[in-house]
Nanobody, 111 residues
Framework: QVQLVESGGGLVQAGGSLRLSCVAS????????MGWYRQVPGKKRELVAR???????NYAESVMGRFTISSDSAKHPVYLQMDSLKHEDTAVYYC?????WGQGTQVIVSS
C-alpha cells in the first residue's frame, strides 16, 4: 500500500498558476504510474495527467499545453504545474497510484 499526500491547492485568479505536489510513502517500490485526477461535485473523477516510471506522460485534452506533470527521481514527489488556469479547472485534485488515492487538494480559480 502507498500513502499519498497532496499539497499546493488554493485560490487563484483566472490566468494564474499553481503547483501541486504529491508525496508518496509506504511501498513506493511498487509504484509504476502516478497521476493527477480531479473531480467537481456531481461529476465523475477525471484523469488530468499521468506519468510512468519511465517518464512517459499523457494529459487530458482540456489541459494539454497548460499543465505539466513531472517527477523527481524515484518517481516521487510528483508535481502538477498548472498555468493559464481557467474557471473550469476548479475542482478537488487527487493524486493516484495503483489502488491508492490521496485525500485531495482544492483548487479554486476565480473568473
Amino acid at each position: 500500500q502507498v500513502q499519498l499526500v497532496e499539497s499546493g491547492g488554493g485560490l487563484v485568479q483566472a490566468g494564474g498558476s499553481l503547483r501541486l505536489s504529491c508525496v508518496a510513502s509506504g511501498n513506493i517500490f511498487s509504484i509504476v504510474t502516478m497521476g493527477w485526477y480531479r473531480q467537481v461535485p456531481g461529476k465523475k473523477r477525471e484523469l488530468v495527467a499521468r506519468i510512468t516510471s519511465g517518464g512517459s506522460t499523457n494529459y487530458a485534452e482540456s489541459v494539454m499545453g497548460r499543465f505539466t506533470i513531472s517527477s523527481d527521481s524515484a518517481k516521487h514527489p510528483v508535481y502538477l504545474q498548472m498555468d493559464s488556469l481557467k474557471h473550469e479547472d476548479t475542482a478537488v485534485y487527487y493524486c493516484h497510484s495503483g489502488d491508492d488515492w490521496g485525500q485531495g487538494t482544492q483548487v479554486i480559480v476565480s473568473s
